[in-house]
Antibody, heavy 119, light 106 residues
Framework: EVQLVESGGGLVQPGRSLKLSCAASGFTFSNYYMAWVRQAPKKGLEWVATISTSGSRTYYPDSVKGRFTISRDNAKSSLYLQMNSLKSEDTATYYC????????????WGQGVMVTVSS | NTVMTQSPTSMFISVGDRVTMNCKASQNVGTNVDWYQQKTGQSPKLLIYGASNRYTGVPDRFTGSGSGTDFTLTISNMQAEDLAVYYCLQYNYNPTFGGGTKLELK
């Protein structure tokens, strides 16, 4: 059974950093692109980052480019999101998702982890 | 950025209804559109990929159509378990989601 379990969320002050993790199981992690998608409270979905199978290529929207870094450790079947210079508008539930295609077909999602950016 | 505009933002429906919701892209995205279902308190689930392909296990009452800039998700014979927010996603460019269509009971 495919499972994605996020961790590392919490309350953080504006301007500080936080690192999210996603532990994957039930599939060959190294064969899939992986992504982070977020959802602000009572709002819609926003794609945050995607990483290639080897980790050599990463993709970001302008809203997080230069502040967020996606990475992976295929030996540990783990995905990460390093978030720096956090802003209040980064407050959201962050989902880890498996991508069948490079930038789409998110077929499995984790349960999500909440990040609150507030002083 | 490719903007995906969903309409309507909400719909009040009855069990057994035929439901149609729309998604319009600000530029041509081909058939590179997915549809996701998100029930309250749950993670999103993939329903339709490539504009018209039903994902594994999705009931055949869900149908996706469209290409270019205009896309539609239809639920024939609406069931209570289909109450949710539905999102479209284009991935022809950097992915962008629509704002969602919320289905509620009359």
């Amino acid at each position: 059974e495919v499972q994605l379990v996020e961790s590392g969320g919490g309350l953080v002050q504006p301007g500080r950093s936080l690192k999210l993790s996603c532990a994957a199981s039930g599939f060959t992690f190294s064969n899939y692109y992986m992504a982070w998608v977020r959802q602000a409270p009572k709002k819609g979905l926003e794609w945050v980052a995607t990483i290639s199978t080897s980790g050599s290529r990463t993709y970001y929207p302008d809203s997080v480019k230069g502040r967020f870094t996606i990475s992976r450790d295929n030996a540990k079947s783990s995905l990460y999101l390093q978030m720096n210079s956090l802003k209040s508008e980064d407050t959201a539930t962050y989902y880890c998702a498996r991508a069948i295609l490079k930038l789409g077909h998110f077929d499995y999602w984790g349960q999500g982890v909440m990040v609150t950016v507030s002083s | 950025n490719t903007v995906m505009t969903q309409s309507p933002t909400s719909m009040f429906i009855s069990v057994g209804d035929r439901v149609t919701m729309n998604c319009k892209a600000s530029q041509n995205v081909g058939t590179n559109v997915d549809w996701y279902q998100q029930k309250t308190g749950q993670s999103p689930k993939l329903l339709i990929y490539g504009a018209s392909n039903r994902y594994t296990g999705v009931p055949d009452r869900f149908t996706g159509s469209g290409s270019g800039t205009d896309f539609t998700l239809t639920i024939s014979n609406m069931q209570a378990e289909d109450l949710a927010v539905y999102y479209c996603l284009q991935y022809n460019y950097n992915p962008t989601f629509g704002g969602g269509t919320k289905l509620e009971l009359k």
